[in-house]
């Protein structure tokens, strides 16, 4: 079922409600002359509540509403936030360097605003030995403690033990600090390539003058090298 307003024609009751094109309300009306008001002025009629007894309608530019709610319902999808939970596994025995690594990805995780749920895995005799996994876990937890805490406590699950870290920082509030970030980067670079356009035309400027003088000196070689008396000589041979 189509989810639209009926406009004009489409409302098909004896009596409306009507709303003028400012919001002021008109009251009471037959169809037919809100029809007629809303065509004077080159407006749709929209019923904006269909519910009502009699069914509220409006007199506006059907098109242009289309578009800014459109507008708006764009900006709201692009402004939600969804958090996500991701997911990193460790090994009981893992070596420092992959643990550096492991816990760069869930620093970046949780500074995104997500949750992250750490899974460490078991194998054979490790199985008999679960204060290991407890004790790498808690080390994790203290190290991004200034980003997020722990959401579920470690737990054993077969193999596995699982714990979720949660973040302080609210999705939201991480999408408009990335946001804000990204502009500031923006900005730099255009600041940027305006200093470096300024600074070629300095140098032109430089390589400019530096080259005039290069001529008058040159001029000024030649001008010494001939005798004084050297235009008048040849004057009076010829």
Known sequence: ???????????????????????????????QDALRLAQEQD???????????????????????????????????????????KEMKLRPKIDPHDYETKKGHVVRFLKAGDKVKITIMFRGREQSRPELGRRLLSKLAEDVAELGF???????????MIMVLGPHKKKTEAMA???????????????????HAESAELVEGAEAADAVEVVEQAEAVVAAAVPAGADQATEEQS
């Open 1 to 31: 079922m189509s989810t639209e307003p009926r406009i004009n024609d489409r409302i098909r009751v004896p009596e409306v409600r009507l709303v003028g094109p400012n919001g002021e309300q008109v009251g009471i009306v037959s169809i």
């Open 177 to 195: 600090e990335a946001r804000a970030a990204k502009e500031e980067r923006k900005a730099g670079l255009s600041g940027r390539d305006t200093e």
């Open 150 to 160: 722990v959401e579920f406590a470690p737990k054993q699950d077969g193999r596995n």
């Open 43 to 85: 407006l749709d009629l929209v019923e904006v509540a269909a519910t009502a007894r009699p069914p509220v309608v409006k007199v506006m530019d059907y098109g242009k509403y289309k578009y800014e709610s459109a507008l708006k319902a764009r900006e709201a999808r692009k402004n939600q936030a969804h958090t996500v939970i």
